[in-house]
């Protein structure tokens, strides 16, 4: 890592070019685990993978002096004022909890600067330091591939009724895809309502809770019945989700059944142009097909003329 540039207000820019590896392998904490039992109940998706796993520490570290607060204002620390005491050699926080981890931790051993060379870690020291390392750790995300999952391979809207279906789109570490993806669910009959998709944006936030993560990578819809009043017959339905991502396009479905619609199910009747038809259901409406049986528009049956002169024909 190199700093570009160093601005009044001691801002630093840096480019970071990252060089095979990865973040490493930590253990799960308890929402973690919740989330794991959540996938696996309702996507039954078993995986010991965790969101933490793809959470890599960048370490950045400076010399300076403890911040304190300078009670007489003479601009300079005096024995007995406030300060912040921090940890003397800086570390990589590879499982992000904050602390030093060694080598009795369950999780990786972590690298630290040795400010003193003295061979070992060395945290607080008690007293205020004039010139030493401060430090701290940047959380880059890094992702993966998306992984399209749904609840229910399949769903049953009844008349006038709806289905609630979730879909999980995130990549192998069960995390949000990297920014500029996007998540797109449609449907060719019937109609959606909720959470149907999102242009992903540039962060490195993950959990902090199982729900909050949910949020992050669970699309939770439903499927109903746009036209509850008319429906005589059921047809297919196709939810499709749709992800772009690096380029690329990713699709899962879902196949059910709806109420079929009044434009999906009515055909012309064939004698409809016919001069000889017009007319033949009078003050009941024109001659229409339903499901493939000619009626007249208010429902009501055709005439025995009408069906004598051939107007009972659907195309
Ligand atoms: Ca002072
Ligand atoms: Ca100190
Ligand atoms: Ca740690
Ligand atoms: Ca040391």
Known sequence: ??????????????????????????????????????????????????????????????????????????????????????????????????????LTSVDPEELYIDASDDGQWNGISGDWDASKYLFANFPILITGSPVILSDSGTFEVADGGAAVIRVLVCDQNLNPLIAGSSVTISTDKGQLAGNTGRIYSDSSLIGPSMLGHLSLIEYVFEIYDAEPATADAFELATITVSVEWDGGTYEGHIVGTVPATIADTTTEPKNDSDALCQGCCSSHGSVVCNNGVTECGDGSALSQTCIDKGCDVCE
């Open 1 to 102: 890592m190199e700093v570009y540039t160093l601005d009044e207000g001691g801002t630093a820019t840096v480019t970071i070019r990252t060089q095979g590896g990865g973040p490493e392998d930590v253990d799960p904490v308890p929402w973690e685990l919740d989330l794991q039992d959540y996938l696996r109940t309702v996507y039954a998706l078993d995986t010991s993978a965790h969101p933490r796993d793809g959470l890599c520490s960048v370490l950045i570290y400076t010399k300076g002096e403890e911040h304190f607060d300078d009670s007489n204002a003479n601009g300079q620390y005096d024995l007995g004022e406030t300060f912040l005491d921090t940890y003397d050699d800086p570390f990589g926080d590879y499982n992000d909890n904050g602390l030093y981890d060694d």
